[in-house]
Protein backbone atom coordinates (compact mmCIF):
# COMPACT_ATOMS: atom_id res chain seq x y z
CA UNK A 1 0.00 0.00 0.00
CA UNK A 2 1.58 3.13 -1.05
CA UNK A 3 0.78 5.91 0.93
CA UNK A 4 2.38 9.31 1.82
CA UNK A 5 1.22 11.59 4.79
CA UNK A 6 2.07 15.18 5.38
CA UNK A 7 1.78 17.05 8.23
CA UNK A 8 3.60 20.76 9.47
CA UNK A 9 1.38 22.98 7.54
CA UNK A 10 -0.99 25.68 8.75
CA UNK A 11 -0.86 29.10 8.98
CA UNK A 12 1.75 32.22 10.46
CA UNK A 13 3.24 35.52 9.61
CA UNK A 14 4.94 36.88 7.03
CA UNK A 15 8.75 36.53 7.58
CA UNK A 16 7.79 33.54 9.76
CA UNK A 17 9.10 29.83 9.31
CA UNK A 18 6.93 26.02 8.97
CA UNK A 19 8.52 22.76 8.45
CA UNK A 20 6.49 20.64 6.93
CA UNK A 21 7.16 16.85 6.76
CA UNK A 22 5.64 13.77 4.87
CA UNK A 23 6.06 10.01 6.05
CA UNK A 24 5.93 7.37 3.01
CA UNK A 25 5.15 4.08 3.47
CA UNK A 26 7.92 1.69 2.21
CA UNK A 27 7.15 1.13 -1.33
CA UNK A 28 6.65 5.01 -1.60
CA UNK A 29 10.03 5.50 0.36
CA UNK A 30 11.16 3.26 -2.82
CA UNK A 31 11.36 5.68 -5.27
CA UNK A 32 14.12 7.70 -6.09
CA UNK A 33 12.93 10.68 -5.47
CA UNK A 34 10.59 12.77 -3.28
CA UNK A 35 9.89 16.14 -2.92
CA UNK A 36 7.27 18.83 -2.13
CA UNK A 37 4.99 20.87 -5.20
CA UNK A 38 2.99 22.91 -4.56
CA UNK A 39 -0.50 24.71 -5.81
CA UNK A 40 -3.41 27.65 -5.14
CA UNK A 41 -6.84 28.07 -6.75
CA UNK A 42 -6.96 28.39 -10.43
CA UNK A 43 -3.11 27.60 -11.14
CA UNK A 44 -0.83 24.81 -12.04
CA UNK A 45 0.69 22.58 -9.91
CA UNK A 46 4.64 23.61 -9.29
CA UNK A 47 7.56 22.16 -7.97
CA UNK A 48 8.93 23.18 -5.27
CA UNK A 49 12.37 21.16 -4.14
CA UNK A 50 13.13 17.14 -4.71
CA UNK A 51 15.59 14.96 -2.91
CA UNK A 52 17.01 11.94 -5.00
CA UNK A 53 18.75 8.29 -4.44
CA UNK A 54 20.29 9.47 -7.50
CA UNK A 55 23.74 11.19 -6.85
CA UNK A 56 21.91 12.01 -2.93
CA UNK A 57 21.01 15.28 -4.52
CA UNK A 58 18.83 17.66 -3.97
CA UNK A 59 17.42 20.83 -5.75
CA UNK A 60 15.56 23.50 -4.34
CA UNK A 61 13.51 25.91 -7.22
CA UNK A 62 14.92 28.82 -7.91
CA UNK A 63 12.43 31.10 -6.39
CA UNK A 64 12.45 29.59 -2.73
CA UNK A 65 16.17 28.49 -2.91
CA UNK A 66 17.23 31.53 -0.84
CA UNK A 67 14.37 30.14 1.61
CA UNK A 68 13.69 26.73 1.37
CA UNK A 69 15.57 23.63 1.93
CA UNK A 70 14.78 20.19 1.48
CA UNK A 71 16.12 16.62 3.35
CA UNK A 72 15.29 13.27 2.78
CA UNK A 73 15.58 10.74 5.75
CA UNK A 74 15.92 6.83 4.42
CA UNK A 75 15.68 5.61 7.71
CA UNK A 76 12.52 6.91 8.47
CA UNK A 77 10.79 7.03 4.73
CA UNK A 78 10.47 10.79 5.79
CA UNK A 79 10.73 14.10 3.44
CA UNK A 80 10.87 17.33 5.28
CA UNK A 81 10.75 20.86 3.59
CA UNK A 82 11.91 23.81 5.69
CA UNK A 83 10.64 27.09 5.10
CA UNK A 84 11.95 29.93 6.60
CA UNK A 85 11.62 33.76 5.47
CA UNK A 86 7.98 32.98 4.32
CA UNK A 87 6.54 35.53 1.84
CA UNK A 88 2.58 35.55 1.51
CA UNK A 89 2.90 34.64 -2.15
CA UNK A 90 4.37 30.89 -0.68
CA UNK A 91 0.19 30.21 0.58
CA UNK A 92 -0.36 27.54 -1.30
CA UNK A 93 -1.53 23.80 -0.62
CA UNK A 94 1.80 21.91 -0.24
CA UNK A 95 1.78 18.51 -1.34
CA UNK A 96 4.43 15.40 -0.77
CA UNK A 97 5.13 13.23 -3.76
CA UNK A 98 7.14 10.15 -4.98
CA UNK A 99 8.48 9.41 -8.23
CA UNK A 100 11.14 8.85 -10.55
CA UNK A 101 14.41 10.75 -11.31
CA UNK A 102 14.83 12.95 -14.67
CA UNK A 103 18.47 15.03 -15.09
CA UNK A 104 17.69 18.50 -15.56
CA UNK A 105 13.60 18.49 -14.48
CA UNK A 106 11.06 18.20 -11.97
CA UNK A 107 7.93 17.79 -13.53
CA UNK A 108 4.89 16.48 -12.14
CA UNK A 109 4.43 14.12 -14.84
CA UNK A 110 7.57 12.23 -12.96
CA UNK A 111 5.63 11.84 -10.19
CA UNK A 112 3.14 8.76 -9.20
CA UNK A 113 2.57 8.60 -5.81
CA UNK A 114 1.26 11.89 -4.39
CA UNK A 115 -0.16 13.12 -0.59
CA UNK A 116 -3.45 14.93 0.13
CA UNK A 117 -1.52 18.35 0.71
CA UNK A 118 -0.93 20.42 3.42
CA UNK A 119 -2.37 24.19 3.66
CA UNK A 120 0.03 26.77 4.33
CA UNK A 121 -0.92 30.33 5.15
CA UNK A 122 1.05 33.23 5.41
CA UNK A 123 -0.96 36.94 5.73
Known amino acids: HVQLVESGGGSVQAGGSLRLSCAAS????????MGWFRQTPGKEREAVAR????????FVRGFVKDRFSISRDDTMNTVDLQMDSLKVEDTAIYYCAAGRYTQGRMERSDYNYWGQGTQVTVS
Open 51 to 58: ACQTGRST
Open 26 to 33: ASAASSDC
